[in-house]
């Protein structure tokens, strides 16, 4: 069964301070890759989906890598804004058609 | 922009009782996903539904649940008789291509079984 671990379980950093957040998966026979962030109490939003085909994707301030042999992705945020402080979940699409999520990585930023 | 829409957005019940939790899918998604998540904890799969039947479902969705589209547009989640461990916030997803398509996610709604 894939397993999704995500590391740290929590960060606490500076406004304006790069960081990045990281996934691995026990089962690189996966289809895609998704980072969600989850406010307290609210649903999952979307922010990169990487095709199994992909190595990297960018949105604004983020940007999502992949290493599927490795069984890894990271979340990188730019000059991160107190607006960024959530719970940020990554989740695998593999055989089944389940995703499978990781416990996420609560993120701080300190204006 | 397109959403997922989930109500109620909180229901609390006796233990013993029917619930239905009901979604709105983005209107052009054909495939369609209930997880859940007890506090704390991770989202977990529970079942995936395409073209009016399950596709998929985890040793979670047992015989107390069932799914369906009664009416072509609302996606329901039906416990047939509520437990305690069944507290949990419960999230509607949809996609619009089965392994390659984005999900987007509804704001959930939470479960409260007393």
């Known amino acids: 069964k894939q397993e999704v671990t995500q590391i740290p379980a929590a960060l606490s950093v500076p406004e304006g301070e790069n960081l990045v957040l990281n996934c691995s998966f026990t089962?690189?026979?996966?289809?895609?890759l998704q980072w969600f962030r989850q406010d307290p109490g609210k649903g999952l939003t979307s922010l990169l989906l990487i095709q199994s085909s992909q190595r990297e994707q960018t949105s604004g301030r983020l940007n999502a890598s992949l290493d599927k042999s490795s069984g890894r992705s990271t979340l990188y945020i730019a000059a991160s804004q107190p607006g960024d402080s959530a719970t940020y979940l990554c989740?695998?699409?593999?055989?089944?058609?389940?995703?499978?999520f990781g416990t996420g990585t609560s993120l701080t930023v300190i204006p | 922009e397109p959403e997922v829409t989930q109500t109620p957005s909180h229901q609390v019940t006796q233990m013993g009782q029917e619930v239905i939790l009901r979604c709105v899918p983005i209107s052009n998604h054909l495939y369609f996903y209930w997880y859940r998540q007890i506090l704390g904890q991770k989202v977990e799969f529970l079942v995936s539904f395409y073209n009016n039947e399950i596709s998929e479902k985890s040793e979670i969705f047992d015989d107390q649940f069932s799914v369906e589209r009664p009416d072509g547009s609302n996606f329901t989640l039906k416990i047939r008789s509520t437990k305690l461990e069944d507290s949990a916030m419960y999230f509607c997803a949809t996609a619009g291509q089965r392994n390659t398509g984005e999900l987007f996610f509804g704001e959930g709604s939470r479960l409260t079984v007393l």
């Open positions: 989740a695998v699409l593999g055989t089944g058609n389940q995703f499978y």
């Open positions: 089962d690189s026979a996966i289809y895609n």
